[in-house]
Every structure is written in structure tokens, then in C-alpha cells.
């Protein structure tokens, strides 16, 4: 089967964390929300991916390349960033096989592509929405084109189309991905998650997990789950209080404590730092439960 990705939003809405990446590419546990995206795509059994990419199209382009690392066969299509999918399409309608999956890459997703497809085969309808409490999430099975994609067109309005069928998926999780306190919680869900395994390394202890060449031991964690990325060195004085993912190459210097938190990669966390419900990149610290932004200077 194949599928067409819109990863072309600009996500000024999400600065400073999009300020040099596309929503795209923000990290959730580790990997791009689009990795997981199309891992949940193969999974259901797409082999063809149409890409559909913007101002950040290198970087994507450089990631996935071909699409070999994730078992698929990728072509790009480049997007004037946030285009109507109905009117991108239609001039590149070559390039499509019906039916085809329309996916948004941007939004995290936690439900049951398999159960959607199940149901929408059995559907006569020109375009099926998979949807969660009524609202569209940024998923659809395309059976005739042309046809409306009002529900993958960003910002989502969160209705589906009058010409669309929309198939409930009950019991799932949809992260829009729209506002920082949407990443944040976005993010420290992939890490509690009980229906899937989104990050990879290896497991130190039952809810401590650890990429490649990182340095961490079984007594920084205080409880709940706790994700480190690759190249991480956390000094044995540093206490870890899940759920929190420290990224890839950052350094925890001696007696920082942080809970509930998202750091991201490439960061320094000086010694004797408390950190709760943020976000940190850079020298950044985003409190989202307080909406306020502070910069740390050593």
C-alpha cells in the first residue's frame, strides 16, 4: 500500500524548539514523531511513502534518506510549507495509486492503524477520517481522487469533511503537537507508555532505559520511567524522577535533580540544578506549567 506524509509544517507555534527543525523531526523518546509514524505504517503493511516536505526538506531528506533504515521506498515532494493537501496533490496526481493512506507526520499518534483499516475497507466512501471522540486525527484512507482532505490541511479544525466517512477509534492518544505543553506531555507519555515501546537502548532496571556509550547508573533513578539517549554522561550524585528523557550528549553535572521533565540533545545541566516540569534546550528552560521561560547561564 502507499501512503502520502504531509511533514511540511513551519511550527512557528513551537518555538524555540522548531526554531532550526520541522515539527517533523522534535524527538519523542529519542526519534523523530515522523520515525514512529512510519514505523506504524510498515507496520500495517505500506511499502510507499510520498513525502511531502518543506523549508526543512534536507534535513528529513538526510535522516530517512531512501527510507532502507525503515523498510520502505521514500519519494519526496516538495511543499510550499502548510499547502492545501487537496490542491498539492492535484498537481502531482501522478504520482499516486489508489487507495492510498493520507497521514499527517507531525502529530503523535497511539491507536490502532490496523483496527482503522479493518474498518475502512469495509467502507464505500471516498475518503474514511480515523477519528478519536469525534475529531479527526490526522489519518485517512483515500479510495477515490480526487477528493477533499480538509482534515489533514494544518492548523487541523478538527471536523471532518462533509464528503468524508469518519470511523471511531476508541481507547487512543493523539498529540497534536500544536503547543509546547502538547510536546511536553506528548513526549513523557511515549515514556510511560504501556500499549508500545517507543524508545530503544537497553534496559539498566525495570523503567530505566539507556541509549549507546551513555554513562548512568540503576541509582540516579528515584522512580517512575526514565529514557537516556546515546552519548550521555549523568554524574552519580544526579537523581532522576520519572517520567523524563534526558536526550542524546547531554551532560548531567553533579547534584542536579529533575522530574517530569524533557531535556533536549546537545544540553549542559550545571551542578546543583532542580528542574521540574520543562522543557530544557540549550541554555533554554521552559516551565510548562507555568508558561514562562528562563535562560541558565554558568
Not at 103 to 125: P, T
Not at 219 to 232: D, F, H, L, Q, T
Request: glycine share 8%.
Amino acid at each position: 500500500m502507499q501512503a502520502v506524509i504531509f511533514a511540511d509544517r513551519h511550527g512557528d507555534e513551537l518555538a524555540p524548539l522548531c526554531d532550526k527543525q520541522c515539527p517533523a523531526l522534535l524527538r519523542i523518546a529519542t526519534r523523530p514523531v515522523l520515525h514512529h509514524t512510519i514505523e506504524d505504517l510498515v507496520a500495517v503493511g505500506v511499502s510507499e511513502i510520498v513525502l511531502v516536505v518543506s523549508h526543512n526538506s534536507f534535513e528529513i531528506e538526510k535522516y530517512f534518506e531512501r527510507g532502507t533504515m525503515v523498510g520502505v521506498n521514500i519519494r519526496y515532494l516538495l511543499s510550499r510549507g502548510q499547502e492545501n493537501p487537496r490542491e498539492l496533490l492535484k498537481r502531482h496526481a501522478c504520482l499516486l495509486r489508489t487507495p492510498f493512506l493520507a497521514v499527517r507526520g507531525d502529530v503523535l499518534r497511539d491507536i490502532s492503524l490496523e483496527q482503522f483499516l479493518q474498518e475502512a475497507v469495509l467502507s464505500d466512501a471516498d475518503v474514511i477520517d480515523a477519528t478519536l471522540e469525534g475529531r479527526p486525527v490526522g489519518v485517512s484512507l483515500v479510495r477515490q481522487w480526487p477528493a477533499g482532505l480538509q482534515s489533514l490541511a494544518w492548523p487541523m479544525r478538527g471536523d471532518i469533511s462533509p464528503q468524508a466517512k469518519g470511523i471511531e477509534l476508541p481507547g487512543g492518544q493523539v498529540y497534536m503537537l500544536d503547543t509546547l505543553q502538547s510536546f511536553h506531555a506528548a513526549a513523557l507519555s511515549a515514556v510511560d507508555s504501556s500499549t508500545r515501546d517507543y524508545a530503544p537502548g537497553h534496559e539498566i532496571e525495570t523503567g530505566l532505559r539507556a541509549g549507546r556509550q551513555s554513562r548512568v547508573t540503576a541509582s540516579n533513578r528515584i522512580n517512575g520511567s526514565v529514557v537516556i539517549g546515546e552519548n550521555c554522561h549523568v554524574r552519580q550524585s544526579v537523581l532522576l524522577e520519572g517520567p523524563c528523557i534526558i536526550e542524546d550528549r547531554c551532560y548531567l553535572d553533579r547534584d542536579v535533580h529533575i522530574s517530569n521533565s524533557v531535556v533536549l540533545q546537545d544540553t549542559y545541566i550545571g551542578e546543583g540544578l532542580s528542574i521540574t516540569n520543562a522543557i530544557v534546550i540549550g541554555d533554554t528552560l521552559i516551565r510548562v506549567d507555568r508558561d514562562t521561560r528562563l535562560t541558565i547561564t554558568e
